[in-house]
């Protein structure tokens, strides 16, 4: 393992493919195989032993009942609670119930560790022919009698018995179902491993710092952030830690005279009113403009010297400012109506140049400000914070009985106090505890006891030095001299939940994000930690040899905005973590990846797409949930076609790689693995760019087809034995290798009972006759005369083919469609040698090609996609059934369904519903009318029973937002320009012609417009000498310059066509792109030496000396 960075090893099965598994984070699967390893979040569940390497350990000691019972518990509450009562805590976590119940039925939840045992009992006892397997019913009667599955449906159970029986045999085996079991979740724990990987950009980022003294703090705001030291300086920073600008909080006014300088313990910012607060070794706490840095004011004569701050709103108009001093005191100020109190201390008398008042004056001469001193801790306050989420003050020592407290700010001594005091008017012995203390009492500003109720002490060896807590989470983090960290959970102060050992020197800095559920740690040694909050173990390990910041600690601080971390050393340094590219921020995507395909199973009622990352994705058709994922399928080689069996119990992936692969998608086991070793390229890389499931005469065949232009058929026999296979295909036919393609196939369609077509690249398409080998038909469509190709690459390519298998037996019509060449549509009959019934453009836009086609089922509606991301809807039920036809179809609707090339369709007949996919990276479901039910990975799920879920009527938003989008309209349709679309009304009833084309003239040339004139039009204006001669004025001769005057025409035109006119190309500038390089600093010439004449002071320097 590398010194630099080291993460915890997770267990790597053993698996039977490449393709590593990625289940999406669903509320339901939170139970299952696999519980006893990763527990659910808030189920009271034994923490079992795992196979990852565990960094926390339980503190050993005997202790209550009640505490070994929340010992026990991953995290008894999850919830965002107010306050620290335990009795508001809740029993069990259903932030994710609306997730769960979208499949709460699903049977392989159902079934954890304690369960297979007795399952393997009962199906032996349901085995009643003894032959070892269970068929269809065998196995309904068991999982409902172990299971107690009395309101699941059968479907259910027939959908979990096709799953586990991908060879349709009729019969499962105790191996296969724990096969199965095993697989899928196995892929789950490689899968949540995976998801919690995290890494930062190695080294770290440093910057020279404008500071002469220690770091005594950072913070951030926005993204930007800000350290101050103890000599005043305060540096503001970028998220790409560039220093923005340098101020120093001392009073700058040239009249005051500053006897000393100032030590500065801390600072905090106050955000609502545009302030810093400082405090100093003088016993004051200072504001300044946060923008100028201006001296605000000051409260001086403080009781004690501010170690550590913190500043926090608590209203429109209120605030706490909280310290803690040198005897482990807490104090609190409570400012209410903050804005008039910091003006009215404002106004007073000025010393060293800033606004002073006193901590007394300050709290007992104004009755919106309470000052409260709590005694707290027996040492030195090392840090604290206050939670308004909770209403409550952390704060930490080093003391090991007073470790960590949280405490309220005001108590309920003062309630209590003035309770009894109404009670006991007149009687003269009171308890000075219960006592209500007034701003009059002299020990107003003494410190005071919190009562037992109204704190929470944690005890800890050695004190804490800094600690962390979120609310969110319901987590406390601590960490101190012992190099443990600590997780708390915040209502139990006896125990720690979990202990993270793994540092080698005290912890130093600690941070939770909350949104990720993780927690830094960082310690004295720099070394930087990254735990998991859930797991409870290290994620990272990052060591200075690996981030290469040198000198001591002084200052961390983690910006969650920016997700990074700023640590202050002798220069500013910065960690920033690795994020995932977030794609297409404005839309959903449903891969991260353009999509190459994308099919329907009706066997399981689910979508199965594939993107160029080599993914695979199954979702929930009737929510378009995500189900399950894996990746890597063909390794780094993108996956560029898919197809089921005929069961659809398995399907098959063609990648660029020149593999097909056969898998059970449910689960990600990969079946076969079929190539051709004998590929034009020598190593079976040939991309596979087609591929289909034959069953003919009780044979079952995969063809595929691609760059190796080769006919390759792979023989599907079952395999007993449930290992993976390695297939080869069999002898090409004759006329393949004679008569076959002679450029890149792209793609294949079959045809019962024995018809396969093929076409490719250069626009020939081959009709092939199964049984035989034999070619049936070749087909070619010519070019139109003069056509002249819109395409740069050439448009001469077929894309894809489709059978009109309602056709197949009629020797009249056309049976075969196909998307090219040149944009169009051909209907051909493939008998008697084949012909050409029909063609006609798929798409009014110019340079369109045609992509994918599908048809429904009754071989009625065809729809098309092309390059450009629209959809055409036509009518072809009736369309060449007997002859030639010389018009289109008629075209029922279109739409844009993306802004991208559509790379496949699919239409669902029981549903009448299309799926498109797109080179976008999203995969969209739509009505047949065209109408938006939404794109998979979406978070608000819909159901295709209820309208009222889908998208329509909206639109996509790129679709939305993109140009070509926009429809024609008639009025707007073949106007040059917008004068005459305005205008149209008026030409219309406009008596004379030509008087209105010269208004309309008059117009356009007072409109400001690009002229494109040619040399030969210049001249013809020469010829007719349409200029005027100079004219006099005064003694000056002065040109027309009318820009619209027709006596002008030549002096403007040729003007125009000598004007230079920029170019606007889309994106940077040239001058934004221009590389600029630091000036290199040029060496200084010596200084001569020169001698003096000390005889002649008129001639001081000689004139030799001077020459040389």
Not at 281 to 287: L, N, P, Q, T, V
Request: charged share 25%; net charge negative; hydrophobic share 35%.
């Amino acid at each position: 393992m590398s010194p630099v960075t080291e993460s915890i090893p997770s267990r790597r099965p053993i698996r039977p493919s490449s393709a590593s598994a990625n289940l999406q984070t669903h509320g339901c699967y939170k139970s299952g195989l696999f519980d006893n390893k990763r527990p659910t979040t808030a189920a009271p569940v034994e923490r079992p032993k795992t196979g990852v390497p565990k960094a926390h350990h339980w503190r050993g000691g005997s202790e209550t009942a009640e505490i070994e019972k929340i010992k026990l518990q991953r995290r008894p509450t999850l919830s965002t609670l107010e306050g620290l009562d335990e009795s508001a805590v809740p029993k069990s976590n259903t932030s994710n119930a609306s997730a769960g119940d979208l499949l709460k039925s699903k049977i392989e939840e159902k079934i954890n560790i304690d369960t297979l045992e007795l399952l393997k009992q009962a199906f032996q006892e349901a085995d009643e022919d003894g032959s070892g397997e269970l068929d269809l019913d065998e196995f309904k009667i068991l999982l409902k009698s172990k299971l107690n599955l009395s309101g699941t449906k059968d479907q259910q159970i027939d959908a979990l018995f096709y799953k586990i029986d991908w060879s349709s045999d009729g019969n499962i085996t105790w191996d296969e179902f724990c096969t199965y079991m095993q697989l899928e979740y196995a892929e789950k724990e490689d899968s949540y491993q995976r998801s919690k990987d995290v890494m930062f950009h190695l080294p770290a980022k440093t910057e020279n710092m404008p500071h002469r003294d220690a770091i005594l703090k950072i913070t951030d705001t926005d993204g930007t952030f800000i350290a101050c030291s103890q000599d005043g300086i305060v540096s503001f920073w970028d998220h790409n830690l560039r220093l923005k600008r340098t101020r120093t909080v001392v009073p700058n006014d040239a009249n005051v005279k500053v006897m000393k300088q100032k030590w500065i313990t801390d600072f905090c910012i106050m955000t609502q009113y545009n302030k810093i607060i400082i405090g100093t070794g003088d016993r004051e706490i200072e504001f300044f403009e946060l923008s100028s840095f201006e001296p605000y004011c000051q409260i001086s004569l403080l009781e004690t010297v501010p170690l550590h701050m913190d500043f926090c709103a608590t209203g429109p108009d209120e605030c706490l400012i909280v310290y803690g001093d040198t005897n482990g005191c807490i104090n609190i100020l409570v400012i209410r109506a903050a804005g008039e109190c910091l003006r009215t201390w404002k106004k007073k008398p000025k010393q060293n140049g800033i606004a002073t008042i006193s901590l007394n004056d300050a709290a007992r001469g104004n009755s919106n400000v309470d000052f409260i001193c709590w005694k707290v801790h027996s040492d030195w306050v090392q840090e604290l914070r206050y939670y308004h989420d909770i209403r409550q003050v952390v704060s930490c020592s080093n003391s090991t009985n007073t470790a960590i407290v949280l405490g309220c700010t005001t108590g309920s001594t003062n309630v209590e106090g003035s309770l009894r005091e109404i009670k006991e008017q007149g009687q003269p012995n009171k308890s000075d505890q219960t006592r209500l203390i007034r701003k009059e009492d002299a020990s107003y500003f003494s410190p005071r006891q919190r009562l037992e109720s109204d704190q929470s002490v944690f005890k800890v060896y050695k004190g804490v030095k800094t600690f962390a807590f979120s609310k969110a989470k319901n987590v406390m983090m601590t960490g101190g001299m012992d190099r443990i960290v600590r997780m708390w959970n915040p209502y139990v102060s006896n125990k720690p939940v979990a202990l993270l050992r793994g540092h080698n020197a005290p912890i130093f800095y600690l941070f939770i994000a909350p949104d990720e559920g993780r927690v830094f740690s960082i310690s004295t040694d720099k070394c930087v930690k990254i735990w998991d909050i859930q797991d409870q173990n290290c994620l990272l390990t990052v060591r200075p040899k690996g981030h290469k910041i040198r000198g001591d600690l002084q200052a961390c601080h983690y910006s969650h905005y920016n997700k990074s971390l700023a640590v202050a050393t002798d220069q500013m340094a910065l960690l920033s973590l690795k994020l995932k590219p977030v794609l297409h921020a404005d839309i959903v995507i449903t891969h991260k990846e353009p999509v190459t395909s994308a099919k329907y199973n009706g066997a399981f009622r689910q979508v199965l797409t594939c993107s160029e990352g080599s993914i695979v994705k199954l979702w929930d058709f009737e929510t378009g949930n995500s189900v399950f994922d894996f990746g890597e399928a063909h390794g780094d080689a993108a996956i560029t076609c898919l197809d089921f069996d005929t069961t659809g119990r398995r399907c098959l992936t063609g990648g660029r790689d020149g593999a097909i692969k056969v898998w059970n998608y449910n689960n990600g086991h990969c079946l076969m693995t079929l190539r051709n070793p004998s590929s034009s390229r020598g190593e079976g890389n040939d991309e596979i760019c087609g591929l289909t499931y034959v069953e003919m005469n009780k044979n079952r065949y995969v063809v595929g087809v691609g760059w190796d232009r080769c006919i390759n058929i792979y023989t599907d026999e079952p395999n007993d034995t449930g290992l993976h296979q390695l297939v080869d295909p069999q002898e090409r036919w004759e006329d393949d290798k004679r008569s076959g393609h002679k450029e890149d196939i792209l793609s294949i369609a079959f045809c019962p009972p024995n018809l396969l077509a093929t076409s490719s690249y250069d626009g020939e398409v081959i009709i092939w006759n199964m049984v035989s080998g034999h070619i049936f038909c070749h087909l070619w469509s010519p070019a139109d005369p003069g056509y002249v190709s819109a395409s740069l690459d050439g448009d001469g390519t077929v894309n894809q083919t489709v059978f009109m298998k309602t056709r197949a037996y009629n020797k009249d019509a056309a049976s075969l469609i196909s998307s090219g060449p040149r944009g169009y549509i051909h209907f051909w009959n493939v008998f008697q040698g084949g012909h050409l019934l029909a063609k006609f453009k798929g798409s009014k836009h110019p340079g369109v090609m045609i992509t994918t086609l599908v048809l429904n089922g009754g071989d009625q509606i065809l729809y098309s996609g092309d390059n450009f991301g629209f959809v055409h809807c036509w009518n072809v039920s009736t369309y060449a059934l007997c002859e030639r036809e010389t018009t289109p179809p008629e075209l029922i609707t279109t739409w844009r369904a993306h802004v991208e090339i559509i790379n496949s369709l699919d239409f669902i007949d029981e549903y009448k519903l299309l799926i498109t996919a797109s080179n976008d990276c999203s995969v969209r479901l739509w009505n047949k009318d065209g109408d938006y039910i939404g794109t998979f990975g979406q978070p608000e799920p819909w159901d295709i029973h209820n309208k009222n879920t889908w998208q329509h009527p909206m639109a996509p938003f790129d679709v939305l937002v993109d140009p070509m989008s926009m429809p024609e309209h008639d009025i707007i349709k073949g106007k040059i320009n917008m004068q005459q679309v305005v205008h149209e009304d008026s030409v219309n009833n406009s008596d004379d012609e030509e008087e209105y084309q010269r208004e309309v003239q008059a117009r356009l040339n007072l409109a400001r417009q690009t002229f494109h004139v040619d040399d030969d039009t210049i001249a013809q204006q020469l010829r007719e000498k349409t200029f005027s001669a100079p004219r006099k004025v005064g003694k000056s001769s002065v040109r027309a310059t009318s820009a619209y005057d027709p006596r002008h025409g030549g002096i403007r035109l040729r003007h125009e066509k000598l004007r230079h006119t920029v170019t606007d190309r889309g994106g940077p500038s040239e001058y934004q792109m221009l590389r600029c390089y630091d000036l290199a600093t040029c060496p200084q010439p010596a200084p001569p030496q020169l001698k003096v004449n000390k005889n002649n002071p008129f001639d001081f320097y000689s004139a030799e000396d001077v020459g040389a």
